[in-house]
């Protein structure tokens, strides 16, 4: 069965981008314009739409519970936020400890390079053992200037 395409659904939303005003109820519209304004004004004050983003709700919601659940909220908020802070700690910490592990390994790998180019050289290998030393150095240069884009970047 083919579906029709006049029965899209569409936003409620006009041109403005505002959803439009809705049409008053009958028994609104039957009164008269200062009792309709009233009316209205009554609803506008005692309607009220709040929005909350977080683990914790704004006190005037928080007000309406009773202090033991009051309590609990408040508890579990506090908790939450000292794992995240924990959290975050052990990942710096642990961000840290690799990159001082990582440039031991390459101060041992260079230094262990640069005596192995040094004792060629001394068992009358010149060349080659200049070659271990200058390649020793380029790979540290290119590892400076890569370490140095990557934290500008």
Known sequence: MAE???NETRSPVDETGLPPTPKLPDAIQDLPEDKRQEVIQY???????????GHMPPPGM????SPEVERI???EFAQHGQHRR????KVIDASIQRERRGMWFGFVLAFTLLI????IILSGYSAEGLGVIAADAAVLAVVYVVDRRSREG
């Open 4 to 6: 029709d395409k006049n």
């Open 86 to 89: 924990t959290a975050e700690v």
């Open 43 to 53: 609803f506008r004050h005692i309607i009220r739409v709040e929005q909350t983003t």
């Open 73 to 75: 909220i408040v508890d």
């Open 62 to 65: 928080l007000a309406a519970y």
């Open 116 to 119: 192995c180019g040094t004792a």
